[in-house]
């Protein structure tokens, strides 16, 4: 990549992140700090969902994004995973936000393990469970 595309990049990353203009290129710490407060952020919008709609949790759920459907899917047997789904897909808010955390990890990740970044096969999930939000990769 050139100066001039890397600049742009950097500055689009800036502004995603509320990083000021004077300030030189984007700080991982950053996106780190910003991926942890929309995780939690995240956590508590489900939490409150879940709780207004009677979705038990436990058991926990775990959440991937099903790119044949593009949308939010239930891994696992949770007793109410059809209700979930249609929960979940049917807010834009709740799917762009599970896309934003998805792309906020995968560039922490890619940054601080490059060897994982050609694992394609490998799935960005987020499990919620009684005791909070998390996030995590499976085969």
Known sequence: ??????????????????????????????IRAKAAANLAAYGKVLAD???????????????????????IKVVGSH????????????????????KELELLHEIVRNTEQP??????DQHFNIGLTSTGILVFYTD
């Open 49 to 71: 969902l879940f709780e207004r709609q009677a979705v038990p949790v436990p058991p926990p759920v775990q959440l991937q994004w099903w790119g044949e459907g593009s949308r």
């Open 115 to 120: 060897d994982q970044a050609g694992k394609l």
């Open 1 to 30: 990549m050139d100066a001039v595309k890397d600049s742009r990049l950097d500055q689009g990353l800036a502004r995603i992140f509320g990083i000021a203009p004077d300030k030189a290129g984007v700080n991982l710490d950053a």
């Open 79 to 98: 007793p109410d995973r059809e209700r979930i789904e249609v929960l979940l897909n049917g807010d834009g808010e709740l799917v762009e936000e599970f």
